[in-house]
């Protein structure tokens, strides 16, 4: 997938249901999320990735923001929050439900890095079940991009995913042409997962001038077969 067909699929997902698109639970299919249900799972998730770490509350992004699961709980601890999704309809509805406004701001962006965000700005940045949706290629753009936005002793919590057993051994391209064959006449949308090595993850962080000083890995839960799901907490060196 490139950066227009990932906007288009999930400009198209957040027409249609936006919380399953984020949290496609399959039991939602037919009692979906309650707005306090999915905001509070948001809550849940902020409060781990923050537990362990002393550091600045003036600002944090969340990158991948969808309607705001993680930027409405950070604007909890932190004085100023942006969100960033490449999905319109996704940002639209985020708006709609942003029970902060003068502390939220959510931005539409459709490129593959963070330009629009000045360096060394943010004393955490948080992403969530985002990078795991789009290509090995991009994913290490943001994920630099996370490292040159956060100030010097900022953190950045961020999932991934890295693939096991025999998935690993299959390209992406391969994979996105088997995807558009078998689910095209199927109402249902299929979302799609890529992974990335942990040591590609560490040597860009080592790159972007960060340590890993928080590293947990375990079964991915829709498929613990083919993935395994890696969450890293990253600080930036001080200046």
């Given at each position: 997938m490139n950066l227009d067909e990932i906007k288009g699929f999930w400009t198209r997902l957040g027409d249609k249901d936006p919380m399953w698109a984020i949290l496609n639970d399959p039991a939602c299919r037919q009692v979906p999320w309650t707005a306090e249900e999915f905001f509070e799972t948001g809550r849940s998730a902020v409060r781990q990735m923050l537990q362990d770490f002393c550091l600045g509350r003036a600002k944090a992004l969340d990158f991948g923001c969808g309607i705001g699961r993680l930027t409405q709980a950070l604007a909890e601890h932190f004085e100023s929050v942006d969100g960033v999704?490449?999905?319109?309809?996704?940002?639209?509805?985020?708006?709609?439900?942003?029970?902060?406004?003068?502390?939220?701001?959510?931005?539409?962006?459709?490129?593959?890095?963070?330009?629009?965000?000045?360096?060394?700005?943010?004393?955490?940045?948080?992403?969530?079940?985002?990078?795991?949706?789009?290509?090995?290629?991009?994913?290490?753009?943001?994920?630099?991009?996370?490292?040159?936005?956060?100030?010097?002793?900022?953190?950045?919590?961020?999932?991934?995913?890295?693939?096991?057993?025999?998935?690993?051994?299959?390209?992406?391209?391969?994979?996105?042409?088997?995807?558009?064959?078998?689910?095209?006449?199927?109402?249902?949308?299929?979302?799609?997962?890529?992974?990335?090595p942990v040591g590609h993850v560490r040597a860009i962080i080592q790159r972007a001038g960060g340590a890993i000083v928080k590293y947990e890995c375990a079964p991915y839960t829709s498929r613990p077969d083919l993935w395994r799901s890696d969450n890293f907490w990253v600080r930036k060196g001080e200046a």
């Amino acid at each position: 997938m490139n950066l227009d067909e990932i906007k288009g699929f999930w400009t198209r997902l957040g027409d249609k249901d936006p919380m399953w698109a984020i949290l496609n639970d399959p039991a939602c299919r037919q009692v979906p999320w309650t707005a306090e249900e999915f905001f509070e799972t948001g809550r849940s998730a902020v409060r781990q990735m923050l537990q362990d770490f002393c550091l600045g509350r003036a600002k944090a992004l969340d990158f991948g923001c969808g309607i705001g699961r993680l930027t409405q709980a950070l604007a909890e601890h932190f004085e100023s929050v942006d969100g960033v999704d490449i999905s319109s309809s996704m940002i639209a509805n985020a708006e709609k439900l942003n029970r902060f406004p003068n502390r939220v701001v959510y931005h539409l962006n459709t490129r593959n890095d963070l330009n629009r965000f000045a360096s060394g700005q943010y004393d955490f940045v948080g992403s969530e079940i985002v990078l795991q949706h789009m290509p090995a290629r991009l994913q290490r753009n943001y994920i630099a991009e996370f490292l040159r936005v956060l100030k010097p002793g900022g953190v950045a919590h961020f999932q991934a995913i890295h693939a096991c057993s025999w998935r690993k051994w299959v390209p992406d391209l391969a994979t996105d042409l088997y995807r558009r064959l078998k689910y095209k006449n199927r109402p249902a949308p299929h979302i799609p997962l890529y992974g990335i090595p942990v040591g590609h993850v560490r040597a860009i962080i080592q790159r972007a001038g960060g340590a890993i000083v928080k590293y947990e890995c375990a079964p991915y839960t829709s498929r613990p077969d083919l993935w395994r799901s890696d969450n890293f907490w990253v600080r930036k060196g001080e200046a």
